[in-house]
């Protein structure tokens, strides 16, 4: 009720006292079965004043209106307003167009028949018996001779309030709002058969992120807020993009900070497998296989870093978060508001305070030695994977296999009795396998290290010197490695990097099985054999 004796107040000017206000409204309402509207303007009417002035219950907000509508009564802030003069029919007219908005929207408005110079940018305008059409899928404001407006109040220390990313709606024009620049980048495009370099990245607030395109070099740069002006809104893929055009205004805020931006994307469910690099906003659950804490000083503060490996049914991936995690080995955790990073191709989970972690209500059992197995394709396609699990037949032993030095101090691969980093050294004997594997989907090096290489090859360390010092060559063992163990088939678990030569397995585990299409057979046969009656 107070808002309506307010209005009811404010449209007398004050003449008439609140509480008799109030008294006449209560009689109608409560007496008279009056609706408050009638009651409002019979009320004003009464008292001398004009029931058209009154807002509330009577106007829609613009978020309310849709197009096509036949009268409209709305008000609303003009955000800018440009008279014109046209010929219609033959005559002279002068028409005002603008943009209009209160907390719900903004709409752009045109006055057709317009001889005053009333309005200004910043008056708070009321519009009565207006009707709506469209434009670009928006409500647009006509105001016809049939229609009424006023200034219900100058503008005199109106300052337009900037927008928070979530609330643009869109195919908005003219929008105001403040940002971080988070990335921008530049570009060359072909508009209209002419070279155009355009700036786009993302900018964000508080309550949301989203693409942004520059048409224009405003000298934006990462990390500063800006307020925008006259910026545009259009949707691609149901995603919000901003637009700064030639006519936008951008201004560095010096003093504004925007600390905790939203993250970038629309929030998603994922599964472990489905981890690719630069996916952001993600919410993954799963069991902590392992964690640690490490303090690191960050510009003379000590940050707690924790990082561990976290596994569901599809995989595990290895995290790191910035942020107080009180969770344990055993755990199953849900991150909320997750990202990815890759790191040599493995697609790594980070958290940090954006992110939400909890406890999961559903525990996740994965076993903890159990590893995912992978087509090599799909290892390729995710750029590697932790602990993964690949059956493939050797169809190459590669150099580098057989007996190697390595520094003492960084345990590199010496060449020639040189290490790279530490010079001429003397190395510590090691014997590793490398190999060419491959599964029908692709292939990929795996390396074996000391004790898997003698398992396979049946060499050890001894017998290998041995050999290599008999006949003065690796070639040897080599050729004859090659020939106990080339197309032979093998599962390799371990975790998969990619450089710029493909995939690297560092096996793990390694060993021969009977290829399946063996044991199919197999089966095939011991079928036959039963069908037949053998
Ligand atoms: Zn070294």
């Given at each position: ?45 009464k ?29 609303g ?84 309030e ?28 072909n ?21 942004f395109?520059a ?6 740069d ?18 919000l ?64 870093m924790?990082?561990?490996?976290l ?18 080995e055993?755990?199953?955790i ?13 697609p790594?989970?980070?958290?940090d ?38 059956t ?20 590199r ?11 001429p ?52 063992v ?57």
């Amino acid at each position: 009720m107070k808002k309506h004796v307010e209005d009811m107040y404010s449209v007398l000017g004050g003449k008439v006292e609140r509480e008799a206000l109030e008294k006449e409204l209560n009689l109608f309402v409560g007496q008279y079965k009056v609706s408050i509207p009638s009651a409002k303007r019979s009320i004003v009417k009464k008292f001398g004043g004009d029931p058209d002035a009154l807002s509330i219950g009577v106007e829609k907000s613009i978020g309310e209106i849709s197009a096509g509508e036949g009268s409209v009564d709305v008000s609303g802030r003009v955000v800018f307003a440009t008279p014109r003069e046209i010929t219609a029919s033959g005559e002279k007219k002068r028409i005002l167009s603008g943009l209009i908005e209160d907390s719900t929207g903004s709409m752009s408005f045109t006055i057709w028949d317009y001889a005053s110079d009333d309005v200004s940018r910043g008056d708070l305008i009321a519009f009565r018996n207006a009707y709506t059409t469209s434009y670009r899928e928006k409500p647009q404001l006509n105001v016809s001779s049939k229609s009424r407006f006023w200034v219900r109040e100058k503008a005199s220390d109106w300052k337009r309030e900037a927008k928070k990313i979530k609330d643009i709606q869109p195919n908005e024009s003219n929008v105001l709002f403040e940002g971080k620049i988070i990335s921008v980048a530049a570009r060359t495009i072909n508009s209209k058969g002419e070279e155009k370099e355009i700036h786009y990245g993302l900018v964000g607030d508080e309550t949301k992120t989203v693409r942004f395109t520059a048409w224009k070099d405003f000298g934006l740069d990462k990390g500063s807020v800006v307020r925008v002006e006259g910026a545009y809104s259009r949707e691609r893929n149901g995603e919000l993009q901003l637009n700064f055009s030639e006519k936008s205004v951008v201004e560095k805020l010096v003093d504004r900070e925007i600390g905790s931006v939203a993250r970038f994307g629309v929030p998603r469910v994922c599964k472990v497998s489905e981890l690719r690099e630069g996916m952001g906003n993600l919410t993954v659950t799963g069991r902590i296989v392992s964690v640690s804490r490490k303090e690191i000083e960050v510009q003379g503060q000590t940050k707690s870093m924790f990082s561990g490996v976290l596994a569901d049914e599809t995989g595990k991936v290895s995290f790191t978060g910035w942020r107080d995690f009180e969770f344990k080995e055993g755990d199953t955790i849900r991150i909320t508001g997750g990202y990815v990073r890759s790191w040599k191709g493995v697609p790594q989970l980070k958290f940090d305070d954006k992110s939400e972690v909890t406890l999961a209500e559903k525990e996740i059992k994965v076993t903890a030695g159990s590893s995912s197995i992978y087509a090599i394709d799909a290892l390729e396609e995710r750029g590697g994977a932790m602990d993964a699990s690949v059956t493939a037949t050797i169809i190459e032993v590669r150099q580098g296999t057989g007996l190697i030095f390595r520094c003492p101090q960084c345990k590199r691969t010496l060449k020639l009795g040189e290490c790279r980093t530490h010079g001429p050294v003397d190395g510590i004997a090691d014997f590793r396998v490398r190999l060419v594997v491959d599964d029908g989907t692709g292939s990929l090096f795996a390396n074996l290290n000391r004790e898997l290489s003698e398992t396979i090859t049946g060499y050890t360390l001894e017998s290998v010197r041995k050999r290599t010092e008999q006949t003065l060559s690796q070639e040897t063992v080599v050729a004859e490695i090659s020939s106990k163990v080339l197309f032979r088939t093998m599962r390799l678990t371990g975790n998969v990097f990619s450089d710029d030569f493909g995939l690297n397995l560092f096996a793990s585990t390694a060993e021969f099985v009977v290829p399946e299409v063996k044991q199919r057979a197999v089966v095939l046969f011991q079928e036959a054999i039963q069908t037949l009656g053998m």
